[in-house]
């Protein structure tokens, strides 16, 4: 019988049986198919160990315009969210990991394609210089907490001082939370990966406009970029330790063996 990801595969690319290739290091496609399914589905808490000292959090984009009902980009998601988000920001605070704002901007002079994508940036969403871009106000940064403010794409690294701010700290390990998950927060998480920190994604501290779009992000995160975890999950590794890591390594050895 067909498993549900093989039904799936078969429709999204209009494949037939017949049509079905034998990798070499599968017995057909269809075992390929449900063994990448498998693998999307299964979280790496073996590839790296979190450690609070060497931590930061990442809040991205809870700006006014994206959090605020009246935003101009408002996604009802992160609205939603922000309880989860906030307690865990005051864990961190608690436990003294830095808790760093990007807030993404936009300006004539630094637009790119953002005004052909996206009619509400055209028409003045998180416009330099005005309150949309200020970060929500439930979660208002502390007066030593950094705010980057200067984010002109949807990468939190890219043209802005956030690595160097990062590595003047000591963190090696990068914790993502904002909005949105398939957009600003993914592509900082890809270019945080690509600079070799370790990452590790909020499975429900992220929120976009799409569960569909936030379920694929997850997936390709927790394949090949980052360790998936909860709020909870996170505040838990960063209080008492990391037992998702030490059962995985655990677990991995007794295979091994």
Not at 29 to 44: A, G, L, P, R
Request: with cysteine; proline share 4%.
């Amino acid at each position: 019988m067909e498993s549900k990801a093989v039904k799936d595969f078969m429709t999204l690319y209009n494949v037939k049986e017949e049509d079905l290739i034998t990798p070499t290091r599968f017995s057909g496609e269809k075992e390929f198919i449900d063994s990448v399914e498998k693998d999307y589905n299964t979280d790496k808490h073996w590839a790296f160990e979190i450690k609070k000292e060497e931590c930061a959090l990442l809040v991205i984009d809870m700006e006014e315009d994206f959090v605020n009902p009246e935003g101009k980009l408002f996604i009802p998601q992160a609205k939603r969210m922000v309880p989860r988000l906030k307690k865990v920001i005051e864990a961190c605070r608690e436990l003294g990991v830095p808790v760093i704002y990007p807030t993404h901007t936009i300006a004539e002079d630094v637009s790119a394609d953002f005004y052909e994508y996206w009619e509400p940036i055209k028409d003045g969403a998180i416009k330099e210089g005005t309150p949309g871009t200020k970060v929500y106000s439930e979660l208002a940064p502390l007066a030593n907490e950094r705010i980057i403010d200067a984010k002109h794409a949807y990468c939190s690294f890219a043209g802005t001082d956030l690595d160097y701010v990062l590595r003047n700290l000591g963190v090696k390990t990068i914790i993502i939370s904002g909005t949105l998950t398939n957009f600003c927060c993914e592509s900082t998480a890809r270019s945080g990966y690509f600079l070799n920190y370790h990452v590790v994604f909020g499975s429900d501290i992220n929120a976009t406009d799409s569960a569909l779009a936030h379920e694929a992000t997850l997936r390709t995160m927790r394949r090949g970029f980052a360790r998936v975890m909860s709020g909870e999950e996170i505040i838990d590794s960063l209080k008492n330790g990391d037992t998702l890591y030490n059962e995985a390594i655990e677990t991995r050895n007794r295979l091994t063996v």
